[in-house]
């Protein structure tokens, strides 16, 4: 009996032994066969579970016999499930490839030439992904200025009541400090920056890129503060063709179409929009807070490969638009002289790409790319009219090299920008710049860990002589979940007369010289990122950057003078000097997503007894929660938008404020369905002050630092044929 029972006990502890089963991981990323460290690695339905090491491997023990399911996840990466069964014949580690998540730092970047992915650049730029460009636009198709509004460390802020022109800050500094591009291409020019934002529909946009800080190395002149990027979309297979409509309940409709398609040798692509907006008088003062606008864009453009070295792109964009706004019955054409007050916007821009590419053998890329712009504005008002046209030319020609370690870019560029009044007025506001330029810029990656980004750029302009620019930025990587990045550089900005003061005023009495001295620059950028599995599908990612911006001898417009709508530009006594901090945080748990964004800025004044530069946010808070059902085809999402106060002109303090806002789409087969509500707490700038002084012949209006629509709620229907 003794015996038989110790035989049972044997079999039973020989069985549990055999059931013992082991068995190790090594979690790699697919795209470049880097070992993960700190992967997830989860055997399913039960609470047994791993984390990958420094080598990337991750062992499990007492794994039962039969079929088990092993689930692999990290932060930045698609998640992976195996299914095994136990016991298993060959116990050699098991490699699990995971497929980098391309929203998040394997996009490839175009603003740096050089083809790599974000975590391989030192320097920092921030990339809004396809699909956060799809959702904006879905919400807000009319035109670019919400999506960029909502990105970090960008303020969009209107600077006329009347036109409702906006221009874009990043890291405090004013709009003319930026660049904005579309697809490498130079957009627009100064005299139309105030409606740049307003006239580029956004349905065509794969991807918008966004370098913060001195990015004058491969971008010349303007690139102070930084550079605005826009991605298109180009042709594949699969043809591409949707449509949008929108209706908001302030009287704006728009209405949008999109076309891509190609085969072996052609490809095309096609944006066309229609624009229109009622005048609306929100604040009850007599003035359109709306101006009324119609608007009409068609941009094709045409793909070419001779072979698969050689191609070519030719595109063609032509914008006209109608603004008006003012005085309600003077724009109702009421003949009422005591109303006589309006302004008149006609602008017509066509534009002109061309772009050739040739790939050798080896990989190294010689690109040959021209653009011409034409923009004829007429600006006219109850007492006077301004009227120009500014043609710009851009032509580059440059070389990549791929060897080793390096990754170079240089090349050559000769630009032209010119202006000539139409209409005579007090002082003459043409000018004309021509600026040849030669620059090279190499990514080093010295190790695996550590890069390094020295560029130098030389530019001779025909009037104001000789630049140069030098930068550097370096990045390294302490772990694979964290990396610091520091870069530096100068730039410079050449003086032209179109200021957010001189639209303000509708260049009654601009007065503006060529020989002002242009505007220099130098700047420093540090920021540290860090990314993380906090436990199952709970990832986390931070970024925490620091910033300092100074341009010395700036050019301003006399205070005293302005008051009188006189703009008199000046070299200031001193320095404006922007520095800040900005703290990005992103959460993701499964389908949802919390992103919370701060923004510190402290523009001081040197010339000015160390004053803060006006109308600028010292904080900034951006918060959105969102939740996303793919299966069901639906998405919703809660907006916060916090504005700190802002000194005004006198040096007197503006209200603070918040944005609320929340949207919802709802997918139903080749149709989308999206609502969405902005301003909810219905914050308007009339509701704090009168913005309106002066006549009413020739009213004077305050600068602005909050919305003059209020809440504004639209409906949108999108059709996507493929």
Avoid at 112 to 121: F, G, Q, S, V
Avoid at 406 to 432: A, E, R, W
Avoid at 624 to 649: I, M, P, S
Wanted: net charge neutral; hydrophobic share 35%.
């Amino acid at each position: 009996m003794k015996k038989i029972i110790v035989l049972i006990i044997l079999t039973i502890t020989t069985h549990s032994i055999q059931a013992q089963n082991k068995l190790t991981f090594i979690i790699k990323d697919k795209a470049d066969n880097d070992t993960l460290f700190g992967a997830n690695c989860i055997l399913k339905n039960t609470i047994i579970g791993t984390s990958s090491d420094e080598n990337g491997i991750c062992e499990f023990d007492n794994i039962p016999n039969g079929e088990q399911t092993f689930e692999f996840s990290y932060v930045g990466f698609e998640s992976v499930a195996k299914t095994y069964t136990f016991p298993l014949k060959d116990k050699k580690p098991i490699i699990i490839y995971l497929t980098p998540n391309a929203t998040l730092e394997t996009v490839t970047v175009f603003s740096t030439r050089t083809r790599n992915r974000i975590k391989e650049i030192p320097t920092k730029i921030e990339v809004l992904g396809n699909e956060e460009v799809v959702e904006e636009t879905a919400i807000n198709p009319g035109n670019i200025s919400k999506l960029l509004g909502e990105t970090s460390g960008i303020q969009v802020q209107q600077t006329s009541a009347i036109s409702g022109n906006v221009s874009f800050r990043i890291q405090g500094l004013p709009g003319k400090y930026t660049q904005l591009l579309k697809d490498g291409f130079p957009l627009y020019g100064g005299f139309s920056s105030g409606l740049s934002l307003l006239q580029i529909p956004p349905l065509d946009l794969k991807q918008v890129e966004i370098i913060k800080g001195s990015a004058s190395t491969l971008y010349g002149s303007d690139a102070i503060a930084g550079i605005v990027n826009l991605i298109t979309k180009k042709p594949k297979e699969k043809p591409e063709f949707s449509v949008m409509l929108n209706q908001t309940n302030k009287g704006g409709n728009d209405i949008s179409t999109f076309f891509s398609g190609k085969n072996e040798k052609f490809g095309a692509t096609l944006v066309a929009s229609i624009n229109s907006q009622k005048a609306k008088d929100i604040g009850n003062n007599g003035f359109s807070d709306i101006p009324e606008y119609n608007r009409a864009v068609i941009a094709p453009k045409l793909f070419y490969e001779l072979n698969e070295n050689n191609k070519f792109e030719i595109g063609f964009s032509n914008v006209t638009e109608n603004r008006i706004g003012g005085d309600l019955k003077a724009i109702n054409d009421e003949k009422d002289p005591n109303h006589p007050f309006f302004e008149e916007n006609k602008t017509k821009r066509l534009t002109s790409t061309f772009k050739y590419k040739n790939i050798s053998k080896v990989g190294n890329v010689f690109t040959l790319k021209a653009s011409f712009g034409n923009f004829d504005r007429t600006l006219k008002t109850n007492l006077n009219i301004f009227s120009g046209v500014q043609q710009t030319l851009f032509s580059e020609l440059s070389y990549f090299i791929e060897k080793d370690k390096h990754k170079l870019v240089s090349g050559i560029n000769f630009n032209i920008d010119d202006f000539n009044q139409k209409q005579p007025n007090t002082f003459s506001l043409n000018y004309n710049y021509k600026t040849l330029g030669a620059f090279t810029q190499d990514t080093w990656e010295i190790t695996d860990k550590f890069f390094l980004e020295p560029g130098i750029r030389l530019d001779y302009n025909f009037k104001k002589g000789l630049f140069f620019l030098p930068r550097l930025a370096t990045m390294y990587h302490v772990t694979d979940n964290f990396f610091t990045r520091l870069s530096g550089g100068f730039g410079y900005k050449l003086p032209t007369p179109f200021t957010d003061e001189a639209e303000r005023t509708r260049y009654q009495s601009v007065d503006y010289s060529t020989d002002l001295k242009t505007e220099k620059s130098m700047g420093l950028n540090l920021d540290f990122n860090f990314k993380t599995a906090v436990a199952d599908e709970l990832f986390i990612t931070i970024n925490q950057a620091f910033f300092i911006t100074k341009i010395e001898n700036p050019i301003i417009a006399n205070q005293s003078l302005l008051a009188n709508q006189i703009v008199k530009y000046e070299i200031a006594n001193g320095a404006l000097l922007s520095k800040g901090l900005n703290t990005n945080l992103r959460l993701s748990l499964d389908e949802l997503i919390l992103y919370v964004d701060y923004t510190y800025v402290n523009p001081i004044k040197t010339y000015d007894q160390d004053r803060i530069l006006e109308y600028t946010p010292q904080n900034k808070l951006t918060s959105t929660l969102a939740y996303e059902d793919e299966e069901e085809h639906w998405k919703v999402g809660l907006e916060a938008f916090y504005f700190g106060n802002q000194y005004r002109e006198n040096g007197t303090k503006t209200p603070n404020y918040w944005l609320l806002g929340a949207s919802a789409q709802k997918g139903f087969g080749y149709f989308t369905v999206a609502i969405n509500f902005e301003n909810i707490l219905d914050i308007r700038q009339t509701r704090y002050e009168n913005i309106i002084s002066g006549s009413l012949s020739n009213p004077n209006f305050n600068e602005l630092y909050a919305p003059l629509d209020g809440f504004v709620g639209n409906i949108v229907l999108k059709y996507n044929l493929y």
